[in-house]
């Protein structure tokens, strides 16, 4: 089993910025592959934001390269999300997602609010 607690959300002003964190902890963290952020805004489906993999080697949704950073850090079993120069459209519930080949599923972080105010 793997949970995973986010922390870092709030309410900032369009071209602000906000780092989000989530702290893995559980029994198999050892085999943890890929961690990720997505979001969901009201209405709308879950979407990838951005992911990393044990190698480093990251992905970002179109819509937030060059303003959204993802990090790992091993040690800490902990993934972060730098994100800058935010936008309104940013404004969603935040998930962070941790994930291997070596399981039947992913899991889920209970989320957390970002919202930007124009």
């Known amino acids: 089993q793997v949970q995973l607690v986010e922390s870092g959300g709030g309410l900032v002003q369009a071209g602000g910025s906000l780092r989000l964190s989530c702290a893995a902890s559980?029994?198999?963290?050892?085999?943890?592959?890929?961690m990720g952020w997505y979001r969901q805004a009201p209405g709308e489906q879950r979407e990838l934001v951005a992911i990393i993999n044990r190698g480093d080697i990251t992905n970002y949704a179109d819509s937030v390269k060059g303003r959204f950073t993802i990090s790992r850090d091993n040690a800490k079993n902990t993934v972060y999300l730098q994100m800058n120069s935010l936008k309104p459209e940013d404004t969603a519930v935040y998930y962070c997602?941790?994930?291997?080949?070596?399981?039947?599923?992913?899991?889920w972080g209970q989320g957390t609010q970002v919202t930007v105010s124009s």
């Open positions: 997602n941790a994930n291997s080949p070596l399981w039947s599923r992913g899991y």
């Open positions: 559980g029994s198999i963290l050892f085999s943890i592959n890929t």
